[in-house]
């Protein structure tokens, strides 16, 4: 029997510290495997606690962040290594898969075979952000990677990009979309929409375009007075100006005009967020740095007109024109000349929402993205 096991520094729990994309992507996908057959482990490092707990048929392990007096990023690694190990061999674990974020598997030799999911290193956001990384994190990514055995990339340009600045070779790169459990999407037609209202979802953080939000929305309100924004997400530092809330330095750019335009709600529970998209006209992610977008899929899975960034990967997730738009997130005049065309004309925004649909049951189906991951991990237990 296969079992598979997740190293993760997030997934969405109430017992666990912190989720985003890369945790919702990872439960999605666990919980579809569950329900396959496939026994499921998620070891959560750098928690509040031990414990372990079950959900959705997923064995959850939490494992405490540790320090050391020196060197904590060596021991705490060595110390997740042993932890592996003992469930590797404690619970006959196939095959392990981890994020390429921090280079968490460096310094590791497991039991079991290794895949990397590249939901995106330091180093290839460093790269599209066109910034420079510290030596020691690129180092630490690219340890961890060569431990692996293959990997697995959400989008075509992920995995082209990550292979040139790792310089991987002669191992595959198998291009899996990450996966959405479309019941939960479903539209009930119950929900009112909001004349004029754009929502924007995720981190406050320059690399995901919010501080382009300002000029874009500036060419909108000329065109559409009603219009307004939503930003919902966690707040963080900005690493370009040292400032430590990128809302504020957002808020602190508004003038007048925008002042009341512009509304950020903070960090709030999912339901809430759904509805808000429900309540949406338009959606907007003008994101400089991204593997696929997870807020992306689901809002277009809610039947959501979105106008994303144009950048890479977005055109695997998008046709534009078709089933959204794709503009340049510093292309702010057209990027909000998209936006108005959407909230004028309700024909072109049904029309959009229901190719956005078709869409994300085409290439973002947890139904058939499962079964193309279960392929691929038999093919690399059987190598």
Partial sequence: MMHIAFLTPEYPHEKVLNSG??????????????????????????????????????????????????????FYRKYLESYLNDLIVSEKITLVEAPDWTGI?????????????????????????NRPQKRKNFYFEKWGIQKAKAYIAPTTFAGVLTKEIFN?????IATIHYGLNLEQFRDNGTHQEENGLLLYIGTIIRKKGVLELPGI????????????LILIGNDSSDIKTGASSTWELLADSLDDALKNKIEYKGKIPYEKVRSYIEKAQVCVFPTFAETLGMVTIESMAMRKPVVNSNIGWANE????????????????????DRIVRLL???????????????????????????????????KIIGT
């Fill in 21 to 74: 994309g890369i945790g919702t992507s990872i439960k999605n996908l666990a919980v579809a495997l569950a329900q396959k057959g496939v026994t499921v482990s998620v070891v959560v490092y750098g928690q509040a606690e031990d414990c372990v707990f079950e959900e959705n048929g997923v064995t959850i392990y939490s494992v405490k962040k540790r320090k050391y007096k020196w060197a904590t990023w060596y």
């Fill in 105 to 129: 598997t460096a310094f590791m030799k497991l039991k079991a075979p290794l895949i990397i999911r590249f939901h995106g290193s330091d180093a290839y956001f460093c790269h599209l952000e």
């Fill in 168 to 172: 991987i070779r002669n191992k595959e």
């Fill in 217 to 228: 929305m500036k060419h909108v309100i000329e065109q559409n007075p009603e219009a307004r």
């Fill in 317 to 336: 997730l998008i046709v534009d024109g078709e089933s959204g738009f794709l503009v340049h997130p510093t292309d702010h005049k057209t990027y909000a």
């Fill in 344 to 378: 004028n004309d309700s024909e072109l925004r049904e029309n959009m929402e229901k190719k956005a649909e078709v869409r994300t049951h085409e290439r973002f189906n947890i139904a058939k993205t499962v079964e193309q991951n279960i392929a691929f991990y038999q």
